[in-house]
């Protein structure tokens, strides 16, 4: 059965966010008082959370939340006006272009490339009581789009994966792993090549795996791996071929 490992989680934040990141993780609450709320069928309040769960994923987990939390905005961030698309022209190019760099910085920061276009936190700025309608959050990443750095998951425009790298340049920095440490003819799944040791310092490690997938999609058009497609993303298996 493996080893079990007890977390101790005194956050709520942090246990929604777990529990959204980790739906498969098995949850158990213990509280010395009566609950007043549930969440997934769980009672929860401000109580002990017991994960029973492999260590990496909770280190990751928590990792990615604190990165979040410590991400340094710039000034701009705070000037209201960044919050309504603005009607000149030339001041709107320039707000399109503070709004591309700052969504590819908080990205590379948070690791958090896939955004949901209704909910992502960068756009309500709550300590200057802004935010960016659903119609301008948009515009900012079709803008986004345009550039390079970023792909609508579909046609609807609900949720938008946002890239630091382009797909181009994330492809390269695969392949060169792969050549420099003479995997070219391995196999791997996506999770290994994503979370995985033998990648663990290279700049695509924790990539998101939507994102990941779409980079070594790029690469078998290019001929440098053969993707095997399975019903589970991150099972998906990936063969560097030779260039």
Known sequence: MGNVYYYFVWNKTSFFFLARRYPSIKLSVWSRTVPSYTYLGIPFLDCIVWLCVHPTIVLKAMARLSASASFDFPQLYNFPPMFTIQPVEQTRLKQMESWRDILIKWVKHTKKASIDVNKCEIFENTAINRKLSEKDRVEVLDYLVGKGNGDWVDDTKSRCLVFWNSLGEWAKL???????????????????????????????????????????????ERGLCQVYASSNMEETGVKFLPS
């Open 174 to 220: 695969v392949y060169d792993w792969a050549s420099t440490y003479g995997q070219v003819g391995n196999v791997f799944t996506l999770y290994d090549l994503v979370e995985g040791e033998e990648t663990e310092g290279a700049e695509f490690h924790g990539l998101d795996k939507h994102v990941f997938y779409r980079v070594i999609a790029a690469l078998q």
